[in-house]
């Protein structure tokens, strides 16, 4: 059987970093493209850290190009430094020799559904393929399958309601939850159950790789961002739960739902609202509910290992 081709679209972001070391490691699926948009910084930067990882993980035959820098409606916000200014952590980094692919990202998403049935894991704002169905209707039939992180039931981590990546773009989320594709939904209710810890790091530091020493150097910030925000360094891996759905779906518990985005509300703006009644259980959209964590952690653990400098 075929693996699924995969393409990531992404904001990294340190999460997103780990998601997509974690993607390009496993043999269960083909990472085909990676396209950035703007989320946790700017485009500019996005792209680059893109190019960075692909980068890190020696994986020059993935393209890697930019979409989308501004979002559907005006953007509310101001840039984040939860991953550092650069999204990074700060680190150090070398010049790329990864160059970006020279069509905008949202061609590259529709050029690789036209070469066969495509898996989307969108681990940022979801402009780009809210442009995608504006630029070319009817495109999401080609999609096999699209997972994505984003949205809470309980409580957002920008706002009391919103989650970040619905947030900076709920135009684009609500297109995007009405088109006819199926979704899996990674809302903060379930990644905030997704988590590495200091012996986590620290085996990441002791791999001898640079894979290695760049997760741990890039973990370390946002785990004192951790402590400050929520009073412990439990790192939160909410992007890498979008992976891992496609590596080992039985971990995760999910069920069938109903989503609808708030665009408006001086309060509520992005905000998702995820129905949850039996009537929508057999719905071609669900939502994660329970993952097995330290089935996760070993995991994770394991494909990272593989690098090698």
């Known amino acids: 059987m075929a693996r699924p081709r995969v393409l990531i679209d992404t904001d990294p972001g340190v999460d997103d970093a780990v998601a997509i070391l974690l993607a390009l490691a496993s043999p269960e699926i083909d990472v085909v493209g990676i396209v950035a948009v703007a989320g946790n910084v700017p485009l500019e930067k996005t792209a680059l850290n893109a190019r960075r990882i692909v980068e890190l993980a020696g994986r020059h035959d993935v393209p890697v190009a930019a979409g989308c820098g501004e979002p559907l409606s005006e953007y509310l916000g101001e840039d984040s430094v939860v991953h550092g200014h650069d999204g990074l952590g700060d680190l150090d980094w070398d010049e790329p020799a990864v160059t970006l692919d020279p069509r905008h990202g949202v061609e590259l998403i529709a050029d690789l559904i036209r070469q066969g049935p495509l ?18 209707p009817g495109i999401e039939g080609g999609v096999d399958h699209l997972v994505i992180m984003g949205g809470a039931s309980f409580e957002g981590n920008v706002t009391p309601a919103a989650e970040f990546n619905i947030w900076a773009d709920p135009e684009a989320a609500q297109l995007v939850f009405a088109a006819d594709w199926r979704i899996t939904l990674m809302p903060l209710d379930l990644t905030h159950q997704a988590y590495l810890n200091d012996d986590d790091l620290d085996y990441f ?39 891992y759905e496609l590596l080992d779906s039985a971990a995760i518990d999910k069920q069938g739902v109903r989503l609808a985005v708030e665009t408006n509300g001086v ?43």
């Not at 898996?119 to 070319?136: D, E, K, S």
């Not at 609202?273 to 097995?292: L, N, T």
């Open 119 to 136: 898996t989307i894991v969108a681990i940022g704002p979801l402009t780009n393929l809210a442009v995608l169905l504006q630029r070319h």
């Open 205 to 243: 530091s002791s791999l001898g790789s640079e894979v290695g020493r760049r997760i741990a150097a890039m973990l370390e910030p946002y785990a004192q961002f951790h402590d400050r925000w929520y009073g412990n360094r439990d790192v939160i891996m909410h992007d890498a739960m979008a992976v």
């Open 267 to 309: 309060h509520s703006r992005g905000a998702t609202f995820i129905d949850r009644r039996r009537e929508h259980a057999q719905s071609r959209v669900r939502v994660g509910v329970r993952v097995d964590n330290d089935r996760f952690r070993s995991l994770l653990r394991e494909r990272l290992a593989t690098y090698r400098d």
